[in-house]
C-alpha cells in the first residue's frame, strides 16, 4: 500500500516558471524525502525534512510539512527543461519502511 | 565514490524461466532495499535488509521470488519462474540505517516477460 498521494499526477509549465507539487499521507511519519527520476533512471534524492521541521530549503528547492494536515509540498523555481522528471515523496514510518507515492510527472516546456 | 550498481541494466526472457538480479550497495551501508516499480508508478518495496537479515519481507511474493544478502554487501533477487505480470523496473537502494536517512537508488534492472 502507498502512504504518500502526489498531487497533481502531472504538471505541464513553462521554463522560468514555478511548479509547485503536494503530497499528502495518512500516518504519522519520522521524516518526509523527495526524490526525482528522470525517465529511465534511478531516484535521486533531494530534500528530507524531519517532522520537527516546517520549512527547508535546497538551491531552487523549497519543502513545506505541515504534520497537522499530514501534508508536504516541493517548489520548484524558476524551472529548467531538465527539470523535467517525476517527482515521488516517500515517507519514513519511525524506522518502517520508506513507503512511495506514486509520483507527479513534471514537464518543461522550453 | 560509487553508487549502488546493479546488473545487468536490461533482461529479457521467456515467461516460466528464472532470472537473477544483483545489487552492490555503497559500502558501509548496513540497509539494503529491493523495490519493484511499474510503468508510471512509485516504487514498492519487495524487501529490506539490515546487515544480513531480511527484516521486511512481507511483500515478497515468496512462492516465487527470493533473496539474499550474503555477509552483509552484495544482494541477489530471483524469480523463478517469471510471469508475464513481472515485468517491472527492479530497483535496489541502500542506506547507512533504516530511520532518518536518504536513501540512494541504482539504475535498475529493467525485466521484459514474454
Known amino acids: 500500500s502507498q502512504q504518500g ?14 511548479a509547485t507539487m503536494n503530497c499528502s499521507y495518512k500516518t504519522s511519519i519520522n521524516n518526509l524525502q523527495w526524490y526525482r527520476q528522470n525517465s529511465g533512471r534511478g531516484l535521486v534524492h533531494l530534500i528530507l525534512i524531519r517532522s520537527n521541521e516546517r520549512e527547508k530549503h535546497s538551491g531552487r528547492l523549497r519543502v513545506t510539512l505541515d504534520t497537522s494536515k499530514k501534508s ?4 520548484i523555481t524558476a524551472s529548467r527543461a531538465a527539470d523535467t ?14 513507503v512511495f507515492g506514486p509520483g507527479t510527472r513534471l514537464s518543461v516546456l522550453p | 565514490e560509487a553508487g549502488v550498481v546493479q546488473s545487468p541494466r536490461y533482461k529479457i526472457i521467456e515467461k516460466k524461466q528464472p532470472v537473477a538480479f544483483w545489487c552492490n550497495p555503497i559500502s558501509g551501508h548496513n540497509t539494503l532495499y529491493w523495490y519493484l516499480q511499474n510503468l508510471g508508478q512509485g516504487p514498492e518495496l519487495l524487501i529490506r535488509y539490515e546487515n544480513e537479515e531480511a527484516v521486511d519481507d512481507s511483500q515478497l511474493p515468496k512462492d516465487r521470488f527470493s533473496a539474499e544478502r550474503l555477509k552483509g554487501v552484495d544482494s541477489t533477487l530471483k524469480i523463478q519462474p517469471a510471469e508475464l505480470g513481472d515485468s517491472a523496473v ?3 537502494a541502500s542506506s547507512f540505517s533504516q530511520g532518518g536517512t536518504e536513501a ?5 534492472t529493467r525485466l521484459t516477460v514474454v
Open chain 1, 85 to 98: 522528471a517525476s517527482y515521488f515523496c516517500a515517507t519514513d514510518n519511525y524506522g518502517q519502511n520508506f
Open chain 1, 72 to 75: 508536504s509540498s516541493l517548489l
Open chain 2, 104 to 108: 540512494f537508488f541504482g539504475q535498475g
Open chain 1, 5 to 18: 498521494e502526489e498531487d497533481p499526477q502531472a504538471l505541464s509549465i513553462q521554463e522560468g516558471e514555478n
Open chain 2, 90 to 92: 527492479y530497483l535496489c
